[in-house]
């Protein structure tokens, strides 16, 4: 079974992140993991009486994360659950990038899914500070970043930025590839320059190599000149296409590592109206036999 870690917050955006989830594999069988971290306020311990306050305050933070997964579980039943489709639900009180971490490390996890906050004005996206961190911080596992005011399309079309510069393993090009062949998809493969220029040498061996990579799969290479800026001009072609997944690997100095810069952390990072697929830079997609956290609060509940 494909396992899909979806962290939440019990807020809209991670809805949202579910029900992509659950629309986009409802047709495989999957486990999902619905995991919520909790880290209360660390209080001063040079007082037995601050102590006890502390435990008091985690034992409530405990309490009402395992209330809001089991609430979350049977949220998902009444919304009519699908027989292929199980859910592990897991309340721990740690860091959400640390716990991520454990997970893909010791559960096999194949993709993290994760919502991200809406469209304002412009219809601009802003990334929120967990995803940012989770996107520079996993370097062994694909994230799906969904936008919460998105109606769901089966990703038929793909959309891969890059520049040729970076040369691409087989390994890091896994997820874009499996992803194309369960949708049956065709991959539009983008390069956008602030003006059109011939590609280089280098260039020119990345592109032969990527397309060797993608064999059989339908695709196309696209030059794009940059209007405005490098987000306008993605989000534009997006839209022409019909573009239903945006791909991009992140590396050192690629545009997803840039926009996870601060101090552009709160400010506006990129213009799409797609769930972005960040790959990140890696030369073998390993997995782990798994091991289970005995540390952490874990239900397990099946939706049939």
């Not at 309490?63 to 292929?84: D, F």
């Not at 009180?93 to 194949?110: A, G, K, W």
């Not at 499996?178 to 602030?194: S, W």
């Not at 800026?229 to 545009?255: C, G, P, Q, V, W």
């Amino acid at each position: 079974m494909k396992q899909i870690l979806i962290p939440t917050d019990f807020s809209l955006n991670a809805w949202q992140a579910i029900c992509y989830a659950q629309e986009l594999f409802k047709d495989q069988e999957c486990v999902f993991h619905l995991l919520n971290t909790y880290t209360p306020a660390i209080v001063s311990s040079r007082f037995m009486a601050q102590h006890r306050e502390e435990k008091l305050h985690q034992q409530g933070s405990g309490n009402y994360s395992e209330a809001g997964l089991k609430e979350l579980v049977e949220r998902i039943q009444r919304n009519g659950p699908n027989p292929k489709h199980y859910f592990e639900t897991y309340s721990s009180f740690s860091l959400l990038t640390d716990e991520v971490n454990n997970f893909v490390e010791h559960e096999n996890i194949d993709l993290i899914i994760m919502g991200i906050k809406g469209m304002t004005d412009g219809n601009h996206i802003y990334m929120g500070k967990n995803t940012v961190r989770l996107i520079k911080t996993i370097k062994n596992c694909p994230i799906i970043a969904v936008p919460r005011d998105i109606d769901f399309f089966q990703p038929d079309e793909i959309s891969f930025s890059t520049d040729f510069n970076m040369f691409y393993t087989h390994s890091e090009l896994e997820p874009l590839i499996e992803m194309a062949q369960t949708f049956n998809a065709t991959i539009r493969i983008v390069h956008i320059q602030d003006r059109i220029k011939p590609l280089t040498e280098i260039q020119r061996f990345n592109l032969g190599m990527l397309r060797k990579y993608l064999n059989e799969i339908k695709h196309y290479v696209h030059t794009v000149s940059e209007v405005k800026s490098f987000s306008n001009t993605l989000m534009a072609f997006n839209k022409e296409l019909d573009i239903h997944l945006l791909a991009m690997l992140n590396y050192r100095n690629s545009y997803v590592d840039s926009i996870t810069q601060e101090p552009m952390v709160n400010k506006k990072t990129f213009e799409a109206q797609v769930p972005l697929m960040v790959i990140p830079e890696m030369s073998i997609l390993y997995k782990n036999p798994k091991k289970k956290n005995q540390n952490d609060i874990r239900t397990k509940q099946h939706v049939n």
